[in-house]
């Protein structure tokens, strides 16, 4: 008669102990396992975590930590597609110059060899039609190395523009071009009060802000792609 009773409060007083023991959030998860990884020098497990490296060697092991606080969520484009958009037009650029280019030095190669002779030799050259080709070259020359600096200069945009995406998205089974997708980045930055073992073997507490990213694209055919946080920096703080 009386061992239902005794089974529906042992089932609640279980039910109030599980409850009273939630489970860590999410980003403590993820921080908890990189230090993991990176105290025992799991490089595999620490490149899928983390985008950034904290090295045993260089500022220490992590030996536990506590969430002070999370930040709110703050939302970015993810310009990967416009940054390749406008690196392809440097590259056209710098292409269609350099078809002019040539065809300017094919129709005076003897002037413009000549005119090199004479700089490499330290003189100004002597003839009029010279002086022209040199100040002309000149500026092919210096137009040149504009248009390659521009190109340089999309191509570090762009490679700085898709690293989270890439990061995020990451899958050795289905990998993607970011750059064919639209998106945005998410961020989060993650305060904790860390006890640190540095380098020398001192007990240190530190404050480190851990800022979390991770992008969630779309493909022109409208499907998602859903990508998983990861760690882009520490930093120490205070």
Not at 13 to 38: D, H, Q
Not at 130 to 144: F, G, K
Not at 189 to 203: C, F, G, L, S
């Amino acid at each position: 008669m009386h061992r239902p009773r005794f089974t529906a409060l042992a089932l609640f007083v279980l039910t109030t102990a599980f409850a009273g023991c939630s489970s860590p959030p999410p980003e403590e998860t993820l921080i908890s396992s990189f230090f993991r990884a990176s105290r025992f020098r799991d490089n595999m497990t620490s490149a899928n975590l983390s985008m950034v490296t904290f090295s045993p060697a260089e500022r220490g092991v992590v030996s536990s930590f506590e969430v002070e606080s999370i930040s709110e969520e703050t939302t970015a484009p993810m310009r990967a597609r416009a940054l390749n958009e406008a690196l392809m037009a440097s590259q056209a650029s710098e292409s269609e110059f350099s078809e002019r280019k040539q065809a300017y030095q094919d129709e005076n190669l003897e002037a413009i060899e000549r005119v090199l002779e004479t700089e490499q030799a330290g003189n100004a050259p002597s003839r009029r039609a010279d002086r022209t080709v040199q100040e002309e070259w000149t500026q092919w020359r210096a137009e040149m190395a504009q248009h390659a600096q521009e190109v340089s200069d999309a191509r570090a945009a762009l490679s700085d523009g898709r690293i989270v995406a890439e990061g995020s998205t990451y899958s050795p089974t289905d990998m993607i071009d970011v750059a064919l997708y639209d998106g945005e980045i998410m961020s989060k930055t993650v305060r904790i009060i860390a006890d640190v073992v540095t380098p020398d073997e001192q007990d240190v507490q530190q404050t480190l802000e851990v800022e979390i990213q991770r992008a969630e694209l779309v493909g022109d055919d409208g499907t998602p792609v859903s990508g998983r946080w990861i760690i882009t920096a520490i930093d120490e703080v205070g």
